[in-house]
């Protein structure tokens, strides 16, 4: 059982272009996430989608743009990169949107951009 | 909005010592999770408080739930090199499961 992988691990970027991280997970879960993890910061939530279909803006969304592709995909997309997007980046799921439900995290994908 | 607040953002133990990490939120919380991140790796979830004054242990790890249901505190017995990485509690937001992250709690053993 693979749970929820990402792709890819490390990128390095140049300033200005732009790049998509791959999401998916096997659990059948309905919500899934796009965290960030900076030193000293916690991890931030960029993006979320509660459900196949929807998507909604997090704390940091601003830079980011994603697509719920289907039930176990969802892609963050990078249009533009920036140095301040330099970061660990974990996509998660968990079974529903609700207050409680345990998140599983990917094993994060190192974004640097120069 | 929602805030959860850790401290102490270090943690330096001696192997064999015991420590406790502290989680404060600015609001009450319906539940609150916690989870372990070993260096270089992701974040795993370790538990769930749900009712005020709760406490559960897993082994050398206690969690407690405050009265309140405005904090929450994490307490390790005989620390082991095995306990080394960052601790993260979250609450969940007042709709829905996007949880709110504190910043962490970085645990350093010397052996």
């Known amino acids: 059982n693979a749970g929820v992988t990402q792709t890819p691990k490390f990128q390095v970027l140049k300033t200005g272009q732009s790049m998509t991280l791959q999401c998916a997970q096997d659990m059948n879960h309905n919500s899934m996430y796009w965290y960030r993890q900076d030193p000293g910061m916690g991890l931030r939530l960029i993006y979320y989608?509660?459900?196949?279909?929807?998507?909604d803006k997090g704390e940091v969304p601003n830079g980011y743009n994603v697509s719920r592709l289907n039930k176990r995909e969802f892609s963050l997309r990078l249009e533009s990169a920036a140095p301040s997007q330099t970061s660990v980046y974990f996509c998660?799921?968990?079974?529903?949107?609700?207050?409680?439900?345990?998140?599983?995290f990917g094993e994060g994908s190192w974004l640097t951009v120069v | 909005g929602q805030q959860v607040m850790q401290i102490p953002q270090y943690q330096h133990v001696q192997e064999g010592e015991d420590f406790t990490t502290y989680c404060n939120s600015s609001t009450t919380l319906s539940n609150i999770q916690w989870y372990k991140q070993r260096p270089g790796g992701h974040p795993v979830f370790l538990i769930q408080l749900v009712k005020s004054g709760e406490v559960k242990k897993q082994k050398r790890l206690t969690f407690q739930f405050g009265e309140a249901k405005k904090n929450s505190s994490l307490h390790i017995t005989a620390t082991q090199t095995t306990d080394v990485g960052t601790y993260f509690c979250a609450g969940p937001k007042a709709a829905g499961n996007k949880l709110t992250f504190g910043g962490g709690t970085r645990v350093l053993v010397k052996p």
């Open positions: 998660a799921s968990s079974e529903s949107h609700s207050s409680g439900n345990t998140i599983y």
């Open positions: 989608s509660a459900s196949e279909g929807t998507t």
